[in-house]
């Protein structure tokens, strides 16, 4: 039961963090709110029995890639953006409404079509598929084609960056 509170306490956590990384209008703040989020993701790892998942999670993306983020903003002295003339509240009530209609007909039709998934994990087979022998081994092997292309992709995003970075102090 306790497990359950904590999950729902996390997803609402991750929930806000998102939505405030979103509204946040300076880039920094912005940041921080991903760092939240990102932290909250680790913890619902946590919960679900993924413990090398959730401590990569904090060790890799919200450590090295947070960071690297920081750099690059404080790099190009980005600005806080100016705030919106007006938000049209009736339009962001319309836009839930409607996500919320889509995401129920997309289950009905999933339902009907019975695509959806069965399958319900023990907290063993939870354990031995979300230790760090078993994604290791699916990463270097099924896996090792697209690990390597978002390799090459964060090299090629932190060399455009830098290069950005140094042209606008020329």
């Not at 409404?97 to 087979?125: N, W």
Request: with cysteine; charged share 10%.
């Amino acid at each position: 039961m306790i497990a359950q509170l904590l999950f729902f306490l996390l997803a609402v956590t991750a929930i806000a963090a998102a939505l405030g990384m979103l509204i946040a209008r300076n880039p920094v703040s912005s940041v921080l709110w991903l760092v939240l989020n990102l932290f909250c993701i680790a913890g619902l790892y946590l919960t679900l029995q993924a413990s090398f998942l959730g401590v990569i999670q904090v060790l890799i993306y919200a450590g090295a890639i947070m960071v690297l983020f920081l750099f690059v903003i404080m790099l190009l002295n980005l600005e806080a953006l100016p705030y919106p003339r007006q938000i049209d509240w009736g339009k962001v009530l319309a836009f839930v409404v409607t996500m919320i209609v889509l995401a129920q007909l997309v289950y009905v039709v999933a339902l009907g079509l019975d695509v959806l998934p069965t399958f319900v994990a023990t907290s063993e087979q939870a354990a031995v598929t979300g230790s760090a022998q078993a994604l290791g081994r699916e990463l270097l092997t099924r896996y090792i084609m697209p690990l390597q292309v978002i390799g090459i992709l964060l090299l090629a995003a932190t060399i455009g960056a830098v290069m950005l970075a140094k042209r606008r102090f020329i």
